[in-house]
């Protein structure tokens, strides 16, 4: 029997890692409401590694630092819940004087639209009582979507601390468990690659929860500096948002600019809330996050948006959250896998020498596309000696000789092919 040439053993080598993953996203589809809580709980557990272990080292046993840790987490969770209702609770005191101003803006907009396009208000009131017609229609179908994801949320709210309490405990006994299943892969290279995988997911969740610190006190000095009320909550709440990477904190500019409208005497600084939070964001994104996160989770933009896509394609919200950890984490699998290392290349990071000016020239003399360039000058030496009345003399001549700058490598005799 033939044996298979390496290029067609890599083809189907590749076609069926390929197909591999695709039915895994088709399975965590259909398992979404048994993964998500697993998979939350597992960056939740990830997150809390480090705190499980300083309670071990002080002897307080594994299962009690376990459960410590989670009751920490919980109590984190829960105190920034409760600000953002109780905040919420303050403002809607002071719903009666917000509304008056929302309403008298809407009048100021309806006289602007009936002065530049000519509509009129009774026009505006038909076609909101149109709209609201509609959603009524369906009023029943949102109120069963909205009670079963409450339900949803308050069965994850149990089932996450639960997740993470036992992935502390026992989580020699599941790292085992990848040993026995890849027994045919070295010992070490496993150990590296589960290694890998919770420092870049650790990197990432750390890297996070700093950069939203951060993120909260800009937001909260430039919302006080505009003199907007209740700045403190606008400010951490449009950095809770960037759990929604690139757009989290352009939608937490929305509800502060609404709020600024509302209450201000100047549409002014409605557009000062959404420029400040422009800045943050192109702040957050270009010094904060790369030096605090720096290169520990290097993935690309672009494989960033599309990854974010899917992730909500499949998860919905979920999907967004998880999606960057998720990638960086398929990134080290990828780079582990031989068949895989070049989609790990392409989600990664790219480097220096890739955006430099003359990179295609370097690219295709790196792998061999073309020579190395000949010097574009070369002097030729001739030296000749004459004798003359036994008298020697030596007559030296330079002469300058240009040559072409890349030669194809499959052209030994330096000419280019036709």
Same mark, same amino acid.
């Given at each position: 029997? $033939?044996?298979?040439?390496?290029k067609? =053993? &890599?083809?189907? /080598?590749?076609?069926?890692?390929?197909?591999?993953?695709?039915?895994i996203?088709?399975?965590?589809?259909?398992?979404?409401?048994?993964?998500?809580?697993?998979?939350?709980?597992?960056?939740?557990?990830?997150?809390?590694?480090?705190?499980?272990r300083?309670f *071990?080292?002080?002897?307080?046993?594994?299962?009690?630092?376990?459960?410590?840790?989670?009751?920490?987490?919980?109590?984190?969770?829960?105190?920034?819940?409760?600000? !953002?209702?109780? @905040?919420?609770? !303050?403002?809607?005191?002071?719903a009666?004087?917000?509304?008056s101003?929302?309403?008298?803006?809407? /009048?100021?907009?309806q *006289?602007?639209?009936? $002065?530049?396009?000519?509509?009129?208000?009774? @026009?505006?009131?038909d076609?909101?009582? #149109? @709209?609201?017609?509609?959603?009524?229609?369906?009023?029943g179908?949102?109120?069963?979507?909205?009670?079963?994801?409450?339900?949803?949320?308050l069965?994850?709210?149990?089932?996450?601390?639960?997740?993470?309490?036992?992935?502390?405990?026992?989580?020699?006994?599941?790292? %085992?468990?990848?040993?026995?299943?890849?027994?045919?892969?070295? @010992?070490?290279?496993?150990? %590296?690659?589960?290694?890998?995988? &919770?420092?870049?997911v650790?990197?990432?969740?750390?890297?996070?929860?700093?950069?939203?610190?951060?993120?909260?006190?800009?937001?909260?000095?430039?919302?006080?500096?505009?003199?907007?009320?209740?700045?403190?909550?606008?400010?951490?709440?449009?950095?809770?948002?960037?759990?929604?990477?690139?757009i989290?904190?352009?939608?937490? =500019?929305?509800?502060?600019?609404?709020?600024?409208?509302?209450?201000?005497?100047s549409a002014?600084?409605?557009?000062?809330?959404?420029?400040?939070?422009?800045?943050v964001?192109?702040? #957050?994104?270009n010094?904060?996050?790369?030096n605090?996160?720096g290169?520990?989770?290097?993935?690309?933009?672009?494989?960033?948006?599309?990854?974010?896509?899917?992730?909500?394609?499949?998860?919905?919200?979920?999907?967004?959250?998880?999606?960057?950890?998720?990638?960086?984490?398929?990134?080290?699998?990828? /780079?582990?896998?031989?068949?895989?290392?070049a989609?790990?290349?392409? !989600?990664g $990071?790219?480097?220096?020498?890739?955006?430099?000016?003359?990179?295609?020239? *370097?690219?295709?003399?790196?792998?061999?596309?073309?020579?190395?360039?000949r010097?574009?000058?070369?002097?030729?030496?001739?030296?000749k000696?004459?004798? %003359?009345?036994? /008298?020697?003399?030596? *007559?030296v001549?330079?002469? #300058?000789?240009?040559?072409?700058?890349?030669?194809?490598?499959?052209?030994?005799?330096?000419?280019?092919?036709?």
């Amino acid at each position: 029997m $033939e044996k298979q040439s390496p290029k067609k =053993s &890599y083809a189907l /080598d590749l076609a069926s890692s390929l197909f591999a993953l695709v039915l895994i996203l088709t399975l965590m589809y259909l398992s979404q409401s048994v993964l998500l809580p697993l998979l939350f709980a597992t960056l939740i557990s990830i997150s809390l590694f480090p705190l499980a272990r300083f309670f *071990e080292r002080i002897r307080l046993g594994r299962a009690l630092s376990a459960l410590l840790s989670v009751t920490i987490a919980i109590a984190i969770i829960s105190a920034i819940l409760w600000f !953002i209702v109780h @905040q919420s609770i !303050i403002i809607g005191k002071d719903a009666t004087a917000i509304t008056s101003k929302v309403l008298s803006v809407l /009048d100021g907009g309806q *006289e602007w639209l009936y $002065e530049k396009f000519g509509i009129g208000k009774n @026009q505006v009131l038909d076609k909101l009582r #149109e @709209q609201g017609n509609k959603s009524l229609e369906n009023v029943g179908s949102v109120i069963t979507a909205t009670f079963g994801s409450i339900g949803s949320m308050l069965a994850s709210a149990i089932l996450v601390p639960l997740y993470s309490f036992f992935m502390l405990y026992y989580r020699d006994f599941f790292r %085992e468990f990848f040993f026995r299943a890849f027994k045919s892969t070295p @010992q070490q290279k496993v150990n %590296e690659v589960l290694n890998k995988i &919770y420092n870049v997911v650790q990197s990432y969740l750390v890297g996070l929860i700093t950069v939203m610190g951060i993120v909260a006190v800009l937001n909260t000095v430039g919302l006080m500096a505009m003199g907007i009320d209740y700045a403190w909550f606008f400010g951490t709440l449009a950095s809770l948002l960037m759990l929604l990477p690139y757009i989290g904190i352009a939608i937490g =500019s929305i509800l502060p600019a609404l709020f600024a409208l509302a209450v201000k005497d100047s549409a002014w600084y409605a557009i000062g809330v959404v420029a400040w939070f422009q800045v943050v964001q192109f702040l #957050e994104g270009n010094i904060i996050t790369p030096n605090i996160v720096g290169s520990k989770v290097s993935i690309n933009p672009l494989m960033a948006i599309i990854g974010i896509l899917l992730g909500g394609m499949l998860f919905g919200l979920a999907g967004l959250i998880l999606a960057l950890p998720f990638i960086a984490t398929l990134k080290v699998l990828f /780079d582990a896998i031989p068949n895989m290392q070049a989609f790990g290349f392409l !989600i990664g $990071e790219p480097e220096k020498e890739h955006l430099k000016r003359n990179a295609t020239q *370097e690219l295709l003399m790196r792998w061999g596309i073309v020579r190395l360039p000949r010097n574009k000058k070369k002097i030729q030496v001739d030296v000749k000696t004459k004798v %003359e009345n036994n /008298d020697p003399q030596t *007559e030296v001549t330079y002469k #300058e000789i240009n040559e072409s700058e890349e030669i194809p490598k499959d052209d030994p005799a330096g000419n280019a092919s036709s």
